[in-house]
T-cell receptor, first 115, second 113 residues
Framework: IAGITQAPTSQILAAGRRMTLRCTQD?????MYWYRQDLGLGLRLIHY???????GKGEVPDGYSVSRANTDDFPLTLASAVPSQTSVYFC??????????????FGPGTRLTVL | AQSVTQLGSHVSVSEGALVLLRCNYS??????LFWYVQYPNQGLQLLLK??????LVKGINGFEAEFKKSETSFHLTKPSAHMSDAAEYFC???????????FGGGTRLMVKP
């Protein structure tokens, strides 16, 4: 079982370019999340999806968009990258059955540098 | 709104010494609390979670944490540090109204031989 895979592992991107970070899970979890990790700030939620076909905004959604066409995939798109979006991005998933005790499982991360 | 504060961005202990990583939270409703560990160049792994059952929670790798409502704390401890414990540790809180986590800033644990 692979769990959660993210691609690419790392990327250097010119400012103004469009970029999509990919996330796929094989656990059939209904909920998925995107976080960014910045030094001293921990992880901050960008967008989430409670189930296929629905998405919601997290703490820091500006400059990012997501889609959830099916259960397994949850891509994150930067329409026009800016240097402040340089970060490590983590995708996560959970089996949110209505219980608040469900655990979020994290992918290995994508390190993005915007120049 | 909920928030998490981890006191000490860096903690250094000697191998075999007690590990204590501090976490304080604020939440308007009874919280669910989590500790995650991140090894270099990896994603986060769940160490343990508090789900309103026993206040002393045991996790993997010998770690445990105690929920103290009066102190709004959920400190992580391990009696004897091992070199392999060197990593970054994150405390997180989620209220029972949703499934979104709020993370603290993280504490990097260094273990000296």
């Amino acid at each position: 079982i692979a769990g959660i895979t993210q691609a690419p592992t790392s990327q250097i991107l010119a400012a103004g370019r469009r970029m999509t970070l990919r996330c796929t899970q094989d656990m059939r979890h209904n909920a998925m999340y995107w976080y960014r990790q910045d030094l001293g700030l921990g992880l901050r939620l960008i967008h989430y999806s409670n189930t296929a076909g629905t998405t919601g905004k997290g703490e820091v959604p500006d400059g990012y968009s997501v889609s959830r066409a099916n259960t397994d995939d949850f891509p994150l798109t930067l329409a026009s990258a800016v240097p402040s979006q340089t970060s490590v991005y983590f995708c996560a998933s959970s089996d949110s059955t209505g219980s608040s005790t469900d655990t979020q499982y994290f992918g290995p991360g994508t390190r993005l540098t915007v120049l | 709104a909920q928030s998490v504060t981890q006191l000490g961005s860096h903690v250094s202990v000697s191998e075999g010494a007690l590990v204590l990583l501090r976490c304080n939270y604020s939440s308007s409703v009874p919280p669910y609390l989590f500790w995650y560990v991140q090894y270099p160049n990896q994603g986060l792994q769940l160490l343990l979670k508090y789900t309103s059952a026993a206040t002393l929670v045991k996790g993997i790798n010998g770690f445990e944490a105690e929920f103290k409502k009066s102190e709004t704390s959920f400190h992580l401890t391990k009696p004897s540090a091992h070199m392999s414990d060197a990593a970054e540790y994150f405390c997180a809180v989620r209220n029972n109204a949703g499934n979104m986590l709020t993370f603290g800033g993280g504490t990097r644990l260094m273990v000296k031989p």
